[in-house]
């Protein structure tokens, strides 16, 4: 519902104040190690939970009362992600997972015993993963394989999954199993909650090209899930995975379109002297970015008004996936030689750091991962622009 | 404010809807209809006469003109009326205003920067009542038949575009509508006017020739199936759609901008140029062999996208101000 204008303003006003007292200063210096940045992130966390900015996507009740700061509508979410941005704190990468993706699915699928059982927990800085992509099922993600076989009162799982965000450091993870292999390859998903600590669970970090570790690998070997940590039906798991998928928002692109903008500094600062080919570059760039957050904006406002056409969403991930690339890519050319001898990188700094050679690789995560830029173009091409499908089956050696 | 904007777009759709400047429709006519259907009031304050609708308003129209090719110096004619509708009061500027705004033609320069006595770049002037000089110390209106005012046409690729180069003596009669400091001002807001024009011109252009595309790409049929189903050229079409979506959005944003700078505009310009170009290129080398034949439109588009980028500062120009500053701290 579209707020009152100067009640976003004041929103806005009183949340830049707060900042200013209470955003962590020089913070990327405490995170070169994997236990400063797990420090710095939870000490952020419960300071924003504490001040009521953490959660402002959940209800504004919960069973046993108020949810700190919950209950704002999107144009304020808006206003507050702006803000976060601008005052360049650290993206909650940690819980991120926790608030958005488990809390956003257990709302709209957990029994009132689930939800009492999982959300304290989360407001805690208990910290979720997903259970969702394989080694053989990527941007197919309804092939999954990782299965479960109901034994009495609890499932028995047997799998690998992938590309578990913060995987290794998780508590919990939304598992996504296949209980049956009859039918459609959707129909036969279920949707489980999995305790990081249960028996048969192995956790193992990504060594990723840029040297970070933001994502582990899985290993369930005979994993016992009871039947009450099943969020929604036997078969019913595509469905509750579409909430997961879809908890953000668009929230998440419009932060970062923002972060993005604020740190054109970082490549002006490496301009040495006035060459015209690198001022047009850096220059249309600028615009570039301009105008993917120009579309990250005109999507929120449309889905605010309810008027999200199919596809709007691709658009947004596409444009801003492949502005990072060309951003990060300018930093490694503006830095020159300078960027190709190894800098250790700040962990969980953002998506420009400044190490700009870290920071190159890293824009693949977004080019890559969340539905791949080739996946983003066929929605584009076949629903928005309704294109014909290829046929479906293939007969291949 | 965006229902009055899809309402004009669609009355101006309607009215152009008879075709396009390629085929069919009489040049003239089409020229005659955004003063006759009150287009180029759009964006006039209601205290000046008009309808009050700002750059949306502008933007809604120019789109529509893009979309259908429409030939005519409207680009030109709304960075008249900015100028006659910002400038201070002087005798008889509400008449001439208001004939403007009604459709008699009063051009100026689309080129980047004024030369000498010579005037580049002046859309329509041979049917123009009036030309304005634009300058960043003196900003004058010179009537067409002025004595020693000469106008020459220089035939443009873009078959829906006609450009002139305008000889204005020095010492030619001359209505000044700003000198010194007020000069640049109104010369600024002059330029971002056009340059804004342009942008929503590029994009209404290229909006349409991306829907040519799909439809040919559609109806197309090679190795038993339609072209539209080769995951190669999707991708090459949703690429285009995704850079049209945020160009748009851009153009959007800065309509509604009352502080966007000269540079500002300059940029969405060069960068809303920059999509037209890359859509009308990718237009013709998908619709294969007849995209380069003359019957079909295609080539219409690619040549306006051509001379919509170069006119006004291309990219580079724009660009490298861009660049410059944000290396000085000076950009919004």
């Known amino acids: 519902m579209p707020e009152p204008y100067d009640h976003l303003d004041t929103l806005r006003q009183t949340l830049r104040a707060w900042l200013a007292a209470n955003a962590p200063a020089d913070w990327r210096e405490t995170c070169t190690s994997h236990d400063g940045f797990l420090a710095l992130q939870r000490k952020w966390f419960t300071t924003l939970i504490e001040g009521g900015w953490a959660i402002p996507h959940w209800p504004a009740q919960g069973p046993h009362g108020a949810w700190p700061g919950g209950g704002r509508g999107l144009a304020e ?24 993706h488990a809390a956003c699915t257990l709302f709209e699928w957990a029994t009132p015993e689930q939800q009492a059982k999982y959300l304290p927990g989360i407001l805690a800085g208990e910290i979720w993963c997903q259970g969702f992509s394989e080694p053989g099922a990527g941007s197919d993600l309804a092939s999954l394989r990782t299965r479960a076989e ?27 199993v296949r209980t049956s292999s009859e039918g459609a ?81 970082r490549l002006v600062e490496l301009v040495g002297g006035d060459e015209p080919g690198v001022l047009r570059d850096l220059g249309r760039l600028a615009t570039r970015i301009d105008a993917a957050q120009a579309l990250a904006d005109q999507f929120l406002a449309k889905r605010i008004a309810g008027e999200e056409a199919v596809g709007d969403a691709s658009l947004v991930k596409l444009m801003y996936a492949r502005t990072l690339r060309e951003f990060t890519s300018m930093g490694l050319r503006l830095g020159g030689i300078g960027q190709q001898y190894h800098e250790p990188i700040v962990f969980g700094g953002g998506m420009e750091t400044g190490n700009w050679m870290a920071d190159f690789m890293n824009s693949y995560a977004w080019t890559i991962a969340g539905g791949s830029d080739e996946v983003q173009r066929n929605i584009i091409a076949e629903r928005m622009l309704e294109m014909p499908r290829e046929p479906k089956s293939w007969v291949g050696a | 404010m965006s229902e009055i904007r899809t309402e004009l777009a669609d009355a101006a759709r309607k009215a152009l809807s008879h075709g396009q400047a390629g085929d069919g429709l009489a040049r003239d006519e089409a020229a005659a209809l955004p003063g006759e259907m009150g287009w180029l009031m759009a ?78 770049c002046v859309p329509d002037a041979d049917r123009a009542s009036h030309v304005l000089v634009l300058r960043p110390d003196r900003v004058a209106l010179v009537a067409r038949d002025a004595p020693g005012v000469t106008v020459i046409e220089r035939p443009t690729w873009d078959r829906t575009r006609r450009l002139f180069d305008v000889v204005v003596p020095h010492d030619a009669p001359a209505k000044v509508l700003a000198e010194g400091t007020a000069a640049q001002a109104l010369d600024a807001t002059a330029r971002s006017t056009m340059l804004f024009a342009l942008a929503a011109d590029a994009l209404g252009g290229a909006e349409a020739a991306l829907a040519m595309t799909v439809d040919y790409l559609k109806t197309r049929r090679q190795f038993d199936r339609p072209l539209a189903m080769f995951q190669a050229l999707k991708h090459r079409v949703a690429d285009l759609q995704c850079a049209i979506a945020a160009a748009d959005a851009l153009l959007w944003q800065r309509a509604g901008d009352a502080d966007a700078t000269l540079l500002a505009m300059g940029a969405l310009k060069a960068h809303a140029c920059g999509v037209y170009r890359m859509v009308t290129e990718e237009m013709i080398q998908l619709h294969g062999g007849i995209g380069l034949t003359a019957e079909y439109a295609c080539h219409l588009f690619l040549k306006r996208a051509l001379l919509n980028a170069a006119l006004l500062g291309d990219g580079d120009h724009w660009d490298q101000l861009s660049g410059r500053a944000l290396l000085e701290g000076t950009r919004a």
């Open chain 1, 77 to 100: 979410q808006k206003v507050i992600y702006e803000e976060l941005a601008r005052a360049d704190t650290p993206r909650l990468i940690l819980t991120f997972v926790s608030t958005y």
């Open chain 2, 43 to 120: 964006h006039v304050p209601e205290d000046r006469g008009g309808l009050g609708l700002g750059h949306e308003g502008l933007a809604a129209i120019a789109k529509e003109l893009g979309r259908a090719l429409v030939p005519g110096p409207v680009v030109a004619q709304v960075g008249v009326i900015a100028a006659l509708s910002h400038a201070d009061a002087f005798d008889g500027r509400d008449a001439l205003l208001e004939a403007a705004m009604g459709g008699e033609v009063m051009t100026t320069s689309l080129a980047v920067a004024p030369t000498g006595a010579m005037v580049t």
């Open chain 1, 185 to 265: 390859k959707q129909a036969g998903l279920t949707y489980l909650l999995l305790d990081m600590k249960a028996k048969g669970v192995t956790a193992r970090p990504i060594h990723q090209i840029h040297g970070d570790e933001e994502f582990a690998e899985l290993f369930l070997d005979d994993v016992h899930v009871p039947v009450a940590d099943r969020l929604g039906a036997e078969g019913q798991g595509w469905a509750v995975a579409q909430s997961t998928l879809s908890s953000e928002r668009g929230l998440t692109l419009l932060e970062l379109s923002a972060r993005m903008r604020g740190s054109l500094w």
């Open chain 1, 150 to 176: 109901l034994r009495g009162d609890h499932y028995v799982v047997n799998g690998q999954k992938l590309w578990s965000t913060m995987g290794q450091f998780a508590d919990k993870c939304l598992l996504l």
